[in-house]
């Protein structure tokens, strides 16, 4: 998938797509300060709870397959635009998308649809107008429920964000690629602090609902990465500092930093480029 998206070809969309859309998802994962993994078409998927696929253009029999039975055993997935589109070859399936992943998503495709780079869609979530771009999808719902539609002159009214229960799990399937929400007014799109407003809303809902907690409570600047890492008898959370300046961390309550060797509670610096081991 990383060579069709990256190829020159102006359909693909410009060649640091693939791998910033990525990056985007997982830093609003890390945001939420919870543990977040990048992971393969061969690695065991079903110890997660939730799985995000941001480009997947390129799929074959036992990919698609592998992808509708970790949904059907419990998992929950997020599907993005101009994903399972192609087989292995780069040729596009003749309804648009793998015949096991429309059956999974619970919609048709009946087209697909490019924004110009320096232009975005507008579409509606939980009563907060966000900015989509480079590509949608434009489904036929079938058996989907359909939780946010796009409010622009160009696709109006088509769906943007579409949720199915499929056996023990859920698919949430972006047509479009979330980016800001919009000024009160509507008129134009507000950066977030973060770099993407709707991941951040979206997925602090979604891991509510799948019982997903932070790592560790209380205020995390965005620079540090919360990893937690557990075995029979122990738990240790990882604070690292990813910047070249001193970070504080508030603990909520007191713990032991086995790496530096001391007991630390409230407000905790980290130093530039450091590391404190939690437990």
């Known amino acids: 998938t990383r060579w069709i998206m990256e190829d020159r070809s102006d359909w693909n969309g410009p060649r640091w797509f693939y791998i910033e859309t990525a990056k985007k998802a ?19 998927w079903f110890k997660y709870r939730v799985l995000i696929v941001p480009g997947l ?29 192609k087989d292995e070859e780069s040729r596009i399936f003749a309804g648009r998308i793998h015949p096991e992943l429309g059956r999974l998503i619970g919609s048709g495709l009946r087209d697909y649809a490019t924004i110009p780079s320096d232009a975005v869609e507008s579409f509606e979530w939980n ?29 109006g009214n ?20 979330p980016g800001e929400a919009f000024s009160d007014d509507f008129s134009s799109a507000v950066c977030s602090t973060h770099g993407n407003a709707c991941y951040d809303d979206f997925f602090k809902v979604l891991f509510h ?20 890492r557990t075995g029979r008898n122990e738990r240790l959370v990882f604070l690292v500092n990813h910047s070249g300046s001193g970070q504080a961390v508030t603990l909520k309550r007191p713990m032991d930093d086995i790496y530096n060797d001391e007991k630390v509670s409230g407000s905790v610096m980290i130093a530039p480029y450091g590391t404190r081991i939690l437990v």
């Open 127 to 155: 009563g907060i107008k966000y900015s989509g771009r480079m590509f949608c999808d434009l489904p036929e719902v079938n058996d989907a429920r359909v939780l946010a539609r796009f409010t622009g002159a160009s696709w």
């Open 57 to 85: 253009s390129s799929v074959d029999d036992r990919l698609a397959g592998k992808i509708v039975k970790y949904v059907e055993h419990g998992g929950t997935l997020v599907w993005h635009p101009f994903c399972g589109v």
């Open 26 to 44: 997982y830093e609003a994962v890390r945001r939420q300060g919870v543990n977040c993994d990048s992971t393969g078409r061969d690695s065991d």
């Open 209 to 228: 609902q799948c019982g997903i907690e932070p790592v560790l409570d209380g205020s995390i600047p965005e620079a540090v990465e919360v990893v937690e």
């Open 158 to 177: 088509s769906p943007a964000l579409l949720c199915r229960e499929f056996g023990k799990g859920k698919v949430y399937h972006f047509a479009v690629f």
